[in-house]
């Protein structure tokens, strides 16, 4: 079952009036012309749109990375029923993402390692990628972030990163 993500079609009025807007703004000098605020409604429409498909976007990738770590943790039970030991039950999830997605297998690995340091230590970063408040880059510097930090301290850190 593939999952789809509905991107919104750019409206051509919006974008050449949009277009029109902000080459007026650069001709006369403005370098600030992006942060305008009287900005015609074409430019902040496609904004709004641009933001909506920014949001989209993350909130598929954070759909795919908790599809990935399910399968991994399915993987796990499965190996573990067998009587496969636990540092190695599991190992298979990358292979089997990786031929499912057409990627390689280090990347599928790196994926699952998110889903995982989601799921384990960061909760709050977790709900902010579900509903595509951050993407997949921003939860990866945080990810980066907490690695080797005390535990006890993690919470803290998230919230200060999300900025709660």
């Not at 749109?49 to 796990?76: D, K, M, N, P």
Request: hydrophobic share 45%; glycine share 4%.
């Amino acid at each position: 079952m593939h999952s789809t993500v509905t991107l919104l079609p750019v409206d051509q009025r919006l974008f050449e009036s949009a277009r029109k807007t902000w080459c007026e703004l650069l001709r006369s000098g403005s370098i600030e012309y992006m942060f305008d605020t009287d900005a015609s409604d074409e430019a902040r429409q496609l904004i709004d749109q641009l933001r909506a498909q920014h949001r989209a976007s993350a909130i598929a990738q954070a759909t795919e990375i908790f599809t990935l770590t399910a399968l991994y943790r399915a993987h796990v039970a499965c190996d573990l029923s067998v009587g496969i030991a636990h540092p190695t039950a599991g190992e298979f999830a990358a292979t089997h993402a990786a031929t499912a997605l057409r990627i390689t297998e280090n990347v599928a690995t790196r994926l699952i390692e998110v889903g995982l340091a989601l799921d384990n230590d960061l909760p709050k970063t977790k709900l902010a990628f579900a509903v595509g408040d951050i993407d997949l880059t921003q939860v990866r510097v945080i990810i980066d972030a907490i690695t080797n930090v005390d535990p006890d301290v993690v919470a803290a850190l998230e919230d200060k990163l999300l900025g709660s």
